[in-house]
């Protein structure tokens, strides 16, 4: 949702009222809700749950969010743009696994799999920065 929020999809007001109300106004309101919640009702059931008031909400806000976020229009074009960047940086890795950081993945993994290891613990901003660096092309002077 922080996402949706920076990329400007959604606004603040948007937000489901419930979803508020139940978590909290911040990311850290809503982060020690969630954990307070499901530490507090797991203690109580004895396996890993969430509270019902919190699990409700949460229910409302995925619903929010498939609806207005995830299933536009827009976001398929994004998708596809995301889906190019991971595969180009891939296929880049798996030619190219002398590049890999052995810290990326596990001993003995084929160049394939390091490569899906090191793309996948990128975060967005490191991967779409790498993509334009091995991919967009510069002017020449």
């Known amino acids: 949702m922080a996402d949706a929020l920076r990329a400007g999809v959604i606004t603040y007001q948007d937000i489901p009222t419930r979803a508020l109300i139940t978590f909290g106004a911040t990311s850290r309101e809503w982060i020690g809700s969630l954990a307070t919640s499901v530490i507090d009702a797991s203690h109580d059931a004895g396996s890993v749950e ?10 409302e806000l995925r619903d929010f969010m498939f609806q207005r976020v995830y299933l536009t229009p827009d976001s398929e074009s994004q ?21 890999v950081p052995d810290s990326a993945t596990v001993p003995g993994a084929s160049d394939l799999d390091r490569a899906v290891d090191y793309v ?21 002077d």
């Not at 991971?86 to 880049?92: E, K, S, V």
């Open 79 to 99: 998708k596809q743009k995301a889906m190019m960047v991971i595969q180009d940086l891939i296929a880049y890795f798996a030619q190219s696994p002398g590049e």
């Open 50 to 59: 969430m509270g019902v008031d919190h699990l409700e909400a949460m229910s």
């Open 120 to 140: 996948a613990g990128m975060t967005d901003r490191f991967a779409l920065h790498t993509h334009d660096r091995l991919f967009r092309p510069t002017l020449l």
